[in-house]
């Protein structure tokens, strides 16, 4: 189990970086250095803090990349690629035909253009053949999607986005460093899931990706609210998750790991942020809600169906003032009878969500235990007897759907 746990750490590579970075109220409404940013924008799509030590020495998963992950399988398994990345040549050869998207190949060609969104590879000749020798993976891997204007899972990339079709755990159970038990584990994870915790604590309870967009001026903005510093997340899942050259240690928690001798993480972390801080959540596609039943939805948001006691101010939470006991969530218990994911926290307590864009990343809940704002609604109003008529349900769901 300490091998799959290591394995494990790996999975997410961008899942909460991503949404370390963005954690800090620090300085709202200030105004970013453009060269920092763009700078982030490189870490966050590019960078993978030296995290190749895990996925190619330990889990080897440039040996199965080059002999069986062709493009559609890639596809298949949530993986995206950047349309803007590719030549033309490259997209005519889609278009016609000619090239071939049955082939591993083809998958070392598009890694090498660093088309394939949140994975690097090294590409070098080999006797006279190209070969991936070394692969990591970035912030974006699980934080970017992409728009599918050239074919579904290939468009331009949307960071910050949650790539709900990324099945983390799928594709590290093809390492063949792994054995049958921690396959299994990884493969019940399934798409758009990825446990954070499970290399440090062996529990096996995965929760949703969540969005890295939206989060300027939003304080604890991961699910529990475990560290109030930006530095915190951003060191957690770089170390601990993604193998990325570094320390994370937290008393609270007793996780104390460290990975290679060099310090790639720290320096990175501020223009990281800066880039996270300007993804701005997406605004509600029109024509996608009943904007009549939306206006009469706010109103019950705001009064009978106590939303707002949370979900307040312009982001919708108060995360910056206070978080919840695990007691007042409609979220557990947890699937599976796992045990509560604020206990395997630092905090062991939640924050309330911020909900703008909320309509682009179902399901919901922090283990996806919703799969629709429809069946979040009824849950609320079931577990906190709101008493909602059919009526205030459908419109409150509206409204949502407006955020």
């Known amino acids: 189990m300490t091998f799959a746990r290591s394995a494990a750490a790996l999975a997410s590579a961008a899942a909460a970086l991503s949404l370390a970075a ?108 190209k070969t ?34 990324l099945n983390p755990g799928a594709i590290i159970a093809l390492s063949p460093a792994l054995d049958a038990s921690a396959r299994s584990i990884f493969n019940s994870w399934g798409k758009g899931k990825y446990d954070p915790r499970f290399n440090l604590d062996g529990i096996n309870g995965p929760q949703v990706i969540p969005p890295a967009y939206g989060l300027a001026g939003v304080a604890r903005i991961t699910t529990t609210g475990d560290g109030d510093e930006i530095a915190y997340w951003n060191r957690y899942v770089a170390v601990t998750q993604m193998g990325g050259h570094g320390s994370f240690s937290d008393a609270r928690t007793g996780v104390d790991v460290r990975n290679g001798t060099e310090d790639l993480v720290t320096a990175r ?47 919708f939470t108060d995360a910056s003032l206070r978080l919840h006991p695990a007691s007042d969530v409609v979220s557990e218990p947890e699937p599976n009878g796992v045990p509560s994911w604020a206990s395997r926290s630092a905090t062991k307590q939640y924050r309330t969500a911020p909900l703008r864009g909320i309509w682009q990343h179902p399901p919901y809940f922090h283990n996806g235990s919703a799969a629709t704002l429809q069946a979040v609604v009824d849950t609320y109003n079931a577990r906190k007897s709101l008493g909602l008529s059919v009526a205030e349900v459908a419109d409150l769901v509206e409204y949502l759907k407006s955020l």
């Open 269 to 315: 972390l501020p223009a990281l942020q800066a880039y996270q801080l300007t993804l701005a959540a997406p605004p509600a596609p029109a024509g996608s809600f009943d904007v009549a039943a939306a206006a009469r939805g706010k109103v019950v948001f705001e009064g009978p169906g106590r939303c707002a006691s949370c979900h307040s101010g312009p982001d």
């Open 132 to 165: 991936l020798t070394r692969v990591g993976v970035t912030c974006a891997l699980c934080h970017s999607t992409v728009d599918d204007s050239f074919a579904p899972g290939i468009g331009k990339r949307l960071d910050g986005w949650p790539n709900r079709d």
């Open 22 to 129: 963005c954690g800090s109220a620090d300085t709202p409404g200030a105004t970013p250095d453009p060269a920092v940013v763009a700078e982030g924008k490189q870490i966050f799509r590019y960078d993978t803090f030296g995290d190749e030590s895990k996925w190619t020495d330990t889990l080897r998963m440039h040996e199965v990349i080059a002999a069986a992950v062709d493009p559609l399988t890639a596809l298949s398994v949530g993986l995206k690629v950047d349309a803007e990345a590719l030549p033309p040549a490259v997209v005519n050869g889609i278009r016609d035909g000619s090239i071939d998207l049955a082939s591993p190949d083809t998958t070392v060609a598009l890694l090498e253009l660093d088309a394939v969104i949140g994975l690097r590879g090294t590409v070098e000749a080999v006797n006279g053949r």
